[in-house]
């Protein structure tokens, strides 16, 4: 335990260095062969993984350890928490149809919308029920609610509602409030995901030679919420640069967070709960992710269709809200005068969504509050657990 602190750390380079390219060169793909693509494109690594996944896992771990089981192959994924999977599955896919849906592609009202909202209404006690009684839950309610792993996975998941709130908006506003390519607004983000990555190793070797996490935490938790207190004060004519800058605090506040709560996590658990305590953060920081790119759709959508109907004039004013809802490309094929608009209406619905991202860090920064961590020590049980 005493060093995974600098594992962590060399893994943050991979996923820094990851992140760095991908939000660069995928915006390039989209101004030269289409955005599919930027889907396309990740065959080639996902299969390269594989290979890495296949010589590097030690043989002992993963399949192999059917060998040397006694049950059978069918018996183990008897064991398996399916039901539990199945309703959380259906549950985050209904409430992320519900969400953007409704009010964007369908009116609330339409049958779509309201199934899909009772759908998740019906899995999501459903879910809480089986998982309150499976042997081996996918989620494990006894582990949520319990301090301080519940506040720390919670933590996460609001971060990552945030934290992707920001990064799946801010190339909008780079395109659409100052007009730039899709390759620029994609390069933007390359110096974000490079300082995350630069605060990540850094947390990680700091963790490891001083034992500390909660102090990275809550310096995260505090550097995402001034990003979003910064980025919500986007004024009419504010520099490029500093614009870009805006979007480093959320980015260098994961950089932070993260690796110490994945540490802190595994610190006050038993050896037993380790391994579901490090996947069920996994779970809830995904959920988070896709929740970011939900939610903030469904924010920004809506208030964007309320200052369309607000700024846009003109004989074909509903053929201007149409086109520029279906693609941001036309807007530069607009008079100056509409342009402006557009713009105009854009740029107020993405203040809109950003100072929800203040809401969720306000959040995140209080469910810190309760935490308290022991200090890592080296080859010693910390807080009764085995290190």
Not at 72 to 100: E, K, M, P, Q
Not at 262 to 278: D, F, K, R, Y
Not at 370 to 381: E, I, Q, T, Y
């Amino acid at each position: 335990m005493e060093i995974r602190g600098t594992f962590q750390a060399y893994i943050n380079i991979g996923y820094g260095l990851g992140s760095a390219c991908g939000a660069t060169f995928g915006g390039y793909l989209c101004d030269t062969l289409g955005w599919r693509w930027a889907f396309g494109v990740q065959i080639p690594p996902i299969a390269v993984a594989i290979a890495i996944a296949i010589f590097a896992v030690p043989t002992g771990l993963g399949p192999c350890l059917m060998r040397t089981s006694e049950k059978s192959i069918w018996s183990i994924i008897a064991g398996f928490d399916l039901l539990g999977s199945l309703l959380l599955c259906t549950a985050v896919a209904f409430l992320i149809l519900f969400l953007n849906l409704g009010g964007n592609v369908y009116s609330w009202q339409h049958p779509i919308v309201i199934a899909s909202g009772v759908i998740f209404l019906i899995a999501l006690p459903l879910l809480l029920f089986v998982e309150s009684r499976a042997a081996l839950p996918v989620m494990p309610l006894k582990m949520l609610f319990t301090k301080p792993r519940g506040n720390l996975v919670f933590h996460n998941f609001f971060s990552n509602v945030g934290i992707n709130t920001v990064i799946f908006n801010a190339p909008l506003y780079f395109q659409v409030v100052k007009q730039e390519s899709p390759s620029m607004s994609g390069f933007r983000l390359a110096v974000p995901a490079a300082s995350l990555t630069v605060v990540a190793v850094t947390t990680g070797f700091f963790i490891t030679y001083s034992g500390r996490m909660f102090l990275p935490q809550l310096a995260g938790s505090i550097s995402m919420l001034i990003g979003a207190v910064c980025l919500s004060s986007m004024w009419d004519g504010i520099p490029l640069w500093l614009a870009t800058l805006f979007v480093v605090p959320p980015s260098m506040g994961q950089g932070f967070a993260f690796p110490a709560t994945s540490i802190a996590v595994l610190a006050t658990s038993t050896q037993a709960e380790q391994a579901v305590m490090t996947t069920t953060l996994g779970l809830w920081r995904s959920i988070g992710t896709i929740l970011g790119v939900a939610i903030s759709s469904l924010i920004l959508q809506n208030a964007l269709v309320a200052y369309l109907e607000g700024f846009v004039t003109g004989q074909h004013k509903a053929d201007i809200i149409s086109a520029v809802r279906r693609s941001v490309r036309v807007i530069g094929d607009l008079t100056p005068h509409h342009r402006l608009e557009v713009i105009r209406a854009y740029e107020a619905a993405l203040r809109i969504t950003f100072i929800s991202t203040i809401v969720l860090f306000v959040i995140v920064n209080l469910l810190l509050i309760p935490v308290k961590l022991p200090k890592l020590g080296r080859r010693r049980s910390v807080a009764g657990v085995d290190p």
